[in-house]
């Protein structure tokens, strides 16, 4: 494994929950646009990932996941995922050296409340975590960094 390789995992925010409501609803037609939408726009963000020179290792539902050559490929995908339009769904997103570490830092990120970025530098204490949960409100005022922690605008 090269030493600036890395991985970044993408998952939707509330697909599922706005699956299952639909479903509930017997709303067909928009059930049937809104997994269409969402699958559009999976392609969409792998395609543009490519075109930066990411290896495209799954493009699933609403998960991606690239395998990168260098840290600015990364931060490219970011900014372009970042200022796309957003019709169907937000990502929270996890930045590692593996696959695994992307993984925790996707879950790291969907528990400080979704539709976020997080990078892989050291383990994340608990503590925190919880200081980057509590700073949400501040975070959502500015374009903010903390430590491999952003928000997305």
């Not at 890395?6 to 928009?30: C, H, K, M, P, T």
């Not at 726009?41 to 609403?62: K, Y």
């Not at 995922?81 to 769904?89: I, S």
Request: glycine share 8%; net charge positive.
């Amino acid at each position: 494994m090269r030493a600036d390789m890395l991985y970044l995992a993408f998952d939707g925010d509330n697909v599922g929950s706005q699956l299952s409501q639909l479903i509930e609803l017997g709303e067909d037609r928009e059930l049937a646009a809104y997994a269409a939408g969402v699958q559009e726009e999976m392609f969409e963000t792998a395609r543009a990932a490519e075109r930066i020179g990411a290896t495209v290792l799954m493009c699933s539902g609403d998960s991606l996941l690239f395998r990168l050559e260098h840290k600015s490929q990364a931060e490219r995908i970011l900014y372009t995922f970042r200022h796309r339009k957003k019709r169907f769904v937000t990502h929270s997103v996890g930045v590692g050296r593996t696959v695994q570490e992307a993984h925790k830092k996707l879950m790291h990120a969907k528990l400080a409340g979704k539709n976020r970025v997080c990078w892989y530098y050291e383990p994340a204490p608990l503590g925190r975590l919880v200081i980057e949960s509590l700073l949400h409100p501040l975070v959502a005022l500015k374009n903010f960094h903390f430590k491999g922690f952003f928000l997305w605008k």
